[in-house]
């Protein structure tokens, strides 16, 4: 199993700023996944952080809004740019080559 | 595009009963089959993961099946209790080693002491 750290564990933000979530896991791992929950609804994967390459992008997100860094093995953080209420969600970053960990994930109000 | 769904979509039983959950997917070119827990506004908890060439796997109170060729997975809850209550979620992934998962909706799951 491998343990995941997110900070913020939830925040309030202004729209029209940013807000870079931090996602630490105990391990080194080859690939960071980047999910999002929006209210009342499912997971859903935003992107795949792999290190030292670009990150690769789901159908219907992009780069400019949800820029990620993954300057080693055990790290990555995900921004949030420009926010709107659209974005208010939770945020969880998941390792796992079979079996999936999730950490418990950054809440997100935008206001 | 694989698409999951899962029924019912919430369910309130009263302790003590044993329980199923369902989960049905389109694409039987899976991988894996997970199943998590999530607690009201925190991240997700993993239950149970069924590898494709597997049938069923148990944990405790707990055990899922996995039928491919129907598209079906079941997670069968023994004797719940009232720390049972939760939202439960399965996701399948269709790539080895990518997992890159696809969710269902969950069941929302209370308990009633």
């Known amino acids: 199993s491998a343990v995941i750290s997110q900070k913020p564990s939830r925040d309030i933000c202004q729209r029209g700023t940013s807000l870079t979530i931090q996602c630490q896991v105990d391990?080194?791992?080859?690939?960071m996944f980047w999910y999002r929950q929006q209210p009342g609804q499912s997971l859903t994967l935003i992107a795949t952080?792999?290190?030292?390459?670009?990150?690769?992008?789901e159908s219907g997100f992009v780069i400019d809004k949800f820029p990620i860094s993954r300057p080693n093995l055990t790290f990555s953080t995900l921004t949030v740019s420009n926010m709107s209420p659209e974005d208010s969600s939770i945020y969880l970053c998941?390792?796992?080559?079979?079996?999936?960990?999730f950490g418990q994930g950054t809440r997100l109000t935008v206001v | 595009k694989q698409e999951v769904t899962q029924i019912p979509a919430a369910l309130s039983v009263p302790e003590g009963e044993n329980l199923v959950l369902n989960c049905s997917f389109t694409?039987?070119?899976?991988?894996?089959l997970q199943w998590f827990r999530q607690d009201p506004g925190k991240g997700l908890t993993s239950l149970l993961l069924?590898?494709?060439?597997?049938r069923e796997q148990t944990s405790g109170r707990l055990n899922a099946s996995l039928d491919k060729s129907s598209g079906r997975s079941t997670l069968y809850i023994a004797a719940s209790q009232p720390g049972d209550s939760a939202t439960y979620l399965c996701?399948?992934?269709?790539?080895?080693?990518?997992?890159?998962?696809?969710f269902g909706q969950g069941t929302r799951l209370t308990i009633n002491p």
């Open positions: 998941s390792v796992g080559h079979r079996e999936a960990f």
């Open positions: 391990s080194q791992v080859t690939m």
């Open positions: 952080a792999n290190q030292g390459s670009e990150a690769t992008y």
């Open positions: 694409d039987s070119a899976i991988y894996n």
């Open positions: 069924i590898q494709s060439s597997q």
């Open positions: 996701a399948s992934d269709g790539i080895q080693g990518a997992q890159k998962l696809v």
